[in-house]
């Protein structure tokens, strides 16, 4: 199994995560893209009217957003705690990689965005954004956007009280 991990629209805080077998991503999402006329599956960077058509067609991935916003949770808690926002944010992303690891046992890799530290998803070796994250991109834009009925999991509490018990601040 492959996982995929995006965070293509950080404003949202949403993170896309889907998984499943690497033929599974190499049989959908180039098909998905060629049939809609598009480059990439974050609804973010396509015309509105494109859609429907990825949203129709991606529906058949497997995969979830997760409400995380890692930059607001550094941002607010930096000042109020006194500890430098680079050390929360590698904290926060730990506690996303230990999530994600914790969901999917046993998988062969991790694809990432550039949004997504290479060194977050500690169980599998990390490899460049591809197909499986390319799916990624679609869950986390589809829930910033209100769009298709993507899973969602609020997991900003759950990553906060990890990542402060992690630097010994709870």
């Known amino acids: 199994m492959i996982v995929g991990v995006s965070m293509p629209m950080w404003e949202t805080g949403y993170v896309g995560v889907a998984f499943g077998p690497r033929e599974h991503f190499d049989v959908e999402v180039r098909p998905i893209m060629r049939v809609c006329g ?6 973010g960077r396509l015309a509105r009217y494109k859609w429907g058509c990825v949203s129709t067609l991606a529906a058949k991935l497997t995969g979830y957003a997760m409400l995380v916003d890692p930059y607001g949770i550094a941002n607010s808690l930096a ?7 680079p050390t929360l944010l590698g904290a ?9 690891c914790e969901e999917h046992k046993g998988m062969m890799g991790a694809e990432l965005d550039e949004e997504v530290p290479s060194g977050a998803i500690k169980c599998a070796a990390s490899m460049p954004c591809g197909d499986a994250c390319e799916a990624s991109k679609f869950f ?3 829930a910033s956007m209100g769009v298709g009925g993507v899973e969602i999991r609020d997991v900003r509490d759950r990553v906060t009280r990890e990542a402060l018990g992690w630097l010994g601040l709870r």
Do not use: E, K, M, N
């Open 38 to 43: 598009v480059h990439t599956l974050d609804l």
């Open 79 to 85: 000042s109020r705690l006194g500890v430098p926002r």
């Open 92 to 100: 926060i992303w730990d506690a996303v990689g230990r999530l994600v």
């Open 140 to 142: 986390a834009s589809a």
